[in-house]
Nanobody
């Protein structure tokens, strides 16, 4: 059974930082591209960042480029999202996603597995 468990969300002031973690089990993690998505109240889920199987290639949404960093540790079956210079508009539930395939993927439909999400709230 595949499980993706996010952690690290919380309440932070504007300009602050948070580091999200996603622990994966039940899938060949080192052969899977991973991604982070987010969904704000009343909005559709949107792409945030993705990393290939090796961690060597990443891609970001324009709204987070330069502020967020995605990384992974294949020895720990974990993917991370370091979020700096947070803004109130970053407030959302953040979801970890995994796909069978080594290449990057920005589309929601390209992912096979999803976590339950972790809430990030940025106060102004």
């Amino acid at each position: 059974q595949v499980q993706l468990v996010e952690s690290g969300g919380g309440l932070v002031q504007s300009g602050g930082s948070l580091r999200l973690s996603c622990a994966a089990s039940g899938l060949p993690f080192s052969s899977c591209a991973m991604g982070w998505f987010r969904q704000a109240p009343g909005k559709e889920r949107e792409f945030v960042a993705t990393v290939d199987w090796s961690g060597g290639t990443t891609q970001y949404a324009d709204s987070v480029k330069g502020r967020f960093t995605i990384s992974r540790d294949n020895a720990k079956n974990t993917v991370y999202l370091q979020m700096n210079s947070l803004k109130p508009e970053d407030t959302a539930v953040y979801y970890c996603a995994g796909r069978f395939g080594r290449r990057l993927q920005m589309a929601l439909s390209g992912y096979d597995y999803w976590g339950q999400g972790t809430q990030v709230t940025v106060s102004s």
